[in-house]
């Protein structure tokens, strides 16, 4: 994934292989759930399952029948129903919305034709939609990413999920830092045919020296944090920090909770002690920086995190592709060349970037996917989770989202001027 000659786009065969395996994936997850768990809204910041279903299905009928093939919608209603932007997540399950039989056959038969078109379509060059397959791995990336949606809706729930056990209570190792020299470095992506517009283009920038840690922050160090009165100390947190943990009176991560002899956590309907060595996850934007500030450092950029990250690849040993349901201990995994450890899975990171177009940003193939959320509301979480995909989690892939989310699986590594 990180090597310097652009790769080539996969063949036909390939294609349908892979999204054969992102659909299995996608009805595993389901499949333990009976039809009142998939229809049930769980909280105003989600959509009900069967949405996220039908809509994968959705937007597989836009782009690889309507936009490759000019072939009608199978059904005019489901523009208004499976767009995200037609309406809010909150108000979804008052939709008409397909039932879940409905939507596994509707799926089903979206993937009929789309896969007849691909059969019958020469992967044309001159188009910018076909040029290295780039509409399937757009419609492939997209399912994979409901995937992790789809978690964080399960992790809500409280839906009790048989998963691998997280028994690992030993210590982490101390916190190490890492200092990455000063000089320039290519932010963004070159060779990778499928990487999304907001990463392109690449471009050399100039980054002044800095000290990284090895490892994202455990649990440990962030349940010293709590212990320290890190939630109740107003100097740790921004203004608009603390207006929010105001608001909110928390005072741990989502999903923890005290227990006799220490820390609980929740984890797919599951109480479980608390993993010392994990990185911390469910933490937004506001408690990452307030974490940063009582331990005397801050966030990284999003620009030094991936200078950070360059090297690093999800097939080195990373906890991507949701097999773990959670980060696991610290250990040398996902390295990078500079020596930063987990650097790609276990928790997504957040860095104290807004999320804005790189000089030269062009929207492809359309503005709602990435140009929309640009501005100063959102900031760039890096490097996937446990529940992210491979073929998503990639050094340059720009997740974002707002600073007060917490059901994201987002933890932090903390940063310094050198
Ligand atoms: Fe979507």
Not at 222 to 227: D, I, K, L, P, R
Not at 277 to 294: D, G, L
Not at 388 to 400: C, I, K, Q
Request: glycine content about 6%.
């Amino acid at each position: 994934m990180t090597s310097g000659v652009r790769e080539r786009a996969p063949a036909k065969r390939e294609l349908a292989a892979a999204l054969k395996r992102a659909r299995e994936a996608t009805l595993r997850i389901v499949e333990p759930l009976d039809d009142e768990q998939l229809v049930g809204q769980v909280s105003p910041i989600m959509s009900p399952l069967v949405w996220d279903l039908a809509h994968i299905g959705w937007f597989e009928d836009l782009w690889l029948i309507r936009n490759v093939a000019n072939g009608d919608p199978s059904d005019e209603r489901f523009d208004d129903l499976y767009d995200a932007f037609q309406h809010a997540r909150e108000d979804r399950s008052r939709l008409p919305l397909l039932t879940p039989p409905e939507a596994r056959a509707y799926l089903e038969s979206v993937r009929r034709h789309a896969l007849s078109v691909l059969e019958g379509k020469q992967l044309d060059d001159s188009d910018p939609l076909l040029r290295d397959a780039y509409v399937y791995g757009l419609v492939l990336q997209h399912e994979l990413q409901h995937q992790e949606t789809m978690l964080q809706t399960l992790q809500l729930t409280g839906v009790e999920y048989t998963t691998p056990p997280h028994d690992d209570l030993r210590s982490p190792p101390q916190p190490e830092d890492r200092l990455i020299p000063a000089g320039p470095f290519t932010l963004g992506a070159n060779e990778q045919p499928w990487a999304y517009d907001n990463e392109q283009p690449a471009h050399v920038v100039e980054v002044p020296a800095f000290w990284v840690e090895r490892h994202p922050v455990t649990n440990e160090r962030f349940a010293e944090f709590v212990e320290d009165g890190g939630y109740r100390k107003r100097r740790y947190w921004s203004e608009q920090g603390w207006q929010w943990l105001r608001e909110e009176r928390f005072e741990a991560p989502l999903y923890w909770q005290r227990a006799h002899g220490g820390w609980e956590r929740q984890r797919f309907g599951v109480r479980e002690p608390l993993p010392p060595a994990e990185p911390v996850q469910h933490i937004s934007f506001y408690e990452a920086e307030a974490v940063a500030a009582w331990a005397g450092k801050r966030l990284p950029t999003e620009t030094e995190w991936e200078k950070a990250a360059q090297g690093a690849d999800s097939d080195a040993g990373a906890n991507v592709g949701r097999e773990s349901f959670g980060p696991l201990p610290v250990a040398r995994r996902a390295t990078s060349r500079v020596g930063c450890d987990c650097m790609v899975g276990d928790v997504w990171e957040w860095t104290s970037s807004p999320f804005t177009g790189y000089p030269g940003f062009t929207a492809f193939p359309y503005a709602e996917y990435s140009e929309v959320f640009f501005g100063d509301e959102h900031r760039v979480l890096r490097g996937g989770s446990w529940a992210t995909d491979p073929l998503v989690a990639r050094v340059t892939f720009r997740n974002w989202d707002y600073p007060r989310r917490r059901q994201l699986f987002s933890g932090v590594r903390l940063a310094a001027d050198a």
